[in-house]
């Protein structure tokens, strides 16, 4: 999974700790060991943490984690919680947040699972997207008499060509639209070069850019 998929599930975590703190906000129940090992049906050990403090890591029958660090002489409590190597980066709540974490953190790891699928899912149909395009654009944009490059992103293949004038034209192929792009992308190019726009692809125009690594025929070729 990509960086920006991991850091998703991060921000998922995050977001479910902020609305069960915002629900227990006024509980803080004093932390009872005995009663997260016989009742919560937690193993906890004690923990080192330069970042955020000592702690308690208490890990359940799943093998799901909820962190409590305590920064000071025990004031400005952390939770977080972390689902098969997916760590939130912490939020400040009371013991009673962390009860709730503790309660909810299966039900919460079957969202997680969820939205990690998805995700996984999406950045696989985005790959072979991506090399769809890529291989269009080897057999078709490098048997024209442009200049080009591209740049890739987490949702689109942008495509640079340079026409008359230094004019740059960067236009945006969307890996969820890239089959409706496709088919129209020469005319659309063509109809720059003639000065007369009709198409319905998003292009941006701009003046070319020298230090870019342009493709050419002739480049290609040697």
Not at 10 to 32: A, G, H, Q, S, Y
Not at 65 to 72: A, I, P
Not at 90 to 99: A, H, M, R, S, Y
Request: aromatic residues 10%; glycine residues 4%.
């Amino acid at each position: 999974m990509n960086d920006k998929n991991q850091q998703k599930l991060t921000n998922f975590l995050d977001e479910k700790i902020r609305k069960i703190v915002d629900e227990t906000r006024n509980e803080n129940p004093k932390l009872n060991l005995t009663y997260i090992k016989t009742a919560k049906g937690f193993e906890n050990s004690i923990i080192r943490n330069r970042n955020w403090g000592d702690g308690y890591m208490f890990v359940n029958r799943s093998g799901y984690q909820c962190y409590l660090y305590f920064k000071g002489k025990w004031t400005g409590r952390t939770i977080s919680i972390t689902i098969d190597n997916i760590s939130s980066s912490g939020c400040p709540g009371t013991i009673g947040t962390l009860f709730r974490c503790m309660d909810e953190i299966d039900v919460i790891a079957k969202e997680v699972q969820q939205l990690k699928n998805e995700l996984e899912k999406q950045e696989k149909i985005n790959i072979m997207a991506k090399n769809s395009i890529n291989t269009w654009l080897k057999s078709v944009i490098q048997n024209q008499p442009y200049s080009f490059y591209t740049t890739e992103d987490e949702n689109k293949i942008t495509l640079s060509i340079k026409i008359k004038n230094g004019t740059q034209l960067d236009i945006p192929i969307y890996y969820k639209r890239f089959q409706k792009i496709m088919p129209i992308l020469m005319e659309t190019i063509q109809q720059f070069e003639e000065t007369v726009n009709k198409s319905t692809v998003k292009v941006l125009i701009c003046n070319s850019k020298p230090n870019q690594q342009w493709i050419t025929q002739s480049s290609i070729k040697n």
